[in-house]
């Protein structure tokens, strides 16, 4: 059975940066959002929707034509969020099994649970969040205050808790369902990386 670390992480943490560095540190592969277009691809929703969806976020759609009603609205939504979640159960089990890796988010935990993955968990308090942030915005991206930046990292945080809790069953972040939980505040990840690489190796 191939090696898999799941990598869970609150927004701003660091977790995406942590696990594309593990993953470089033991020469295995990275996974994050090659998943989004793959679902994509299988679901033939857009990026952008099949992502909204992940973070518990989709857009609603309203009935465009007459005699369509909100309950029909309503299970329609739902029905392309299991056709996302199955999809994505779909490609995370056919990475698993084509090599060792490395899986960002997706509730890749949970779903690869028979493939007996190692599981971590990045955090970090508010403030420091708050502060790797406002100092990574990407070019183009909208500028934010540091009160913003907190609504919207509790925001994504609420989001990927509700969306984790109703495929998984269990708390997002609860440290009973990770095998190393791994707090990044005021921490440089590429210092850290090397470190835990060592359980890996």
Same mark, same amino acid.
């Given at each position: 059975?191939? =090696?898999?670390?799941?990598?869970? +992480? ?9 696990? +594309? +560095? ?27 929707? /099949? &992502? @909204? ?9 309203? %009935? ?10 309503? $299970?329609?939504?739902? !029905? &392309?969020?299991?056709?996302?979640? &199955?999809? &994505? *159960? ?10 060792? #890796? ?6 890749? $935990? ?6 007996? %993955?190692?599981?971590?968990? /990045? ?5 420091? +969040?708050?502060? =790797? #942030? ?13 009160? @913003?930046?907190? =609504? ?5 945080? =609420? ?8 495929? *998984? ?6 440290? !009973? ?13 590429? $210092?850290? /990386? %090397? /470190?835990? *690489?060592?359980?890996?190796?």
């Amino acid at each position: 059975m191939n =090696r898999i670390i799941t990598i869970g +992480r609150e927004f701003g943490s660091g977790g995406r940066e942590f696990g +594309r +560095r593990l993953a470089e540190e033991l020469g295995i592969e990275y996974y994050d959002k090659e998943i989004v277009k793959e679902i994509s691809k299988h679901t033939k929703l857009s990026e952008e929707y /099949v &992502q @909204q969806i992940i973070e518990h976020t989709p857009h609603r759609l309203y %009935p465009i034509t007459i005699g369509h009603s909100m309950s029909y609205v309503e $299970d329609y939504s739902f !029905s &392309q969020a299991q056709a996302v979640f &199955q999809a &994505q *159960a779909k490609i995370l089990k056919e990475l698993a099994e084509k090599s060792d #890796c490395v899986i960002v988010g997706r509730c890749a $935990d949970y779903i690869l649970k028979d493939y007996k %993955p190692f599981d971590i968990f /990045v955090y970090a308090d508010l403030d420091s +969040r708050v502060k =790797r #942030c406002l100092e990574r915005r990407a070019e183009g991206e909208e500028v934010l205050s540091e009160k @913003q930046m907190r =609504r919207k990292i509790k925001k994504i945080d =609420r989001n990927r808790a509700k969306y984790y809790s109703f495929y *998984a069953g269990r708390k997002w972040g609860d440290k !009973s369902n990770y095998d190393l939980c791994i707090n990044t505040t005021d921490t440089v990840i590429k $210092d850290l /990386v %090397p /470190v835990i *690489a060592k359980i890996f190796k």
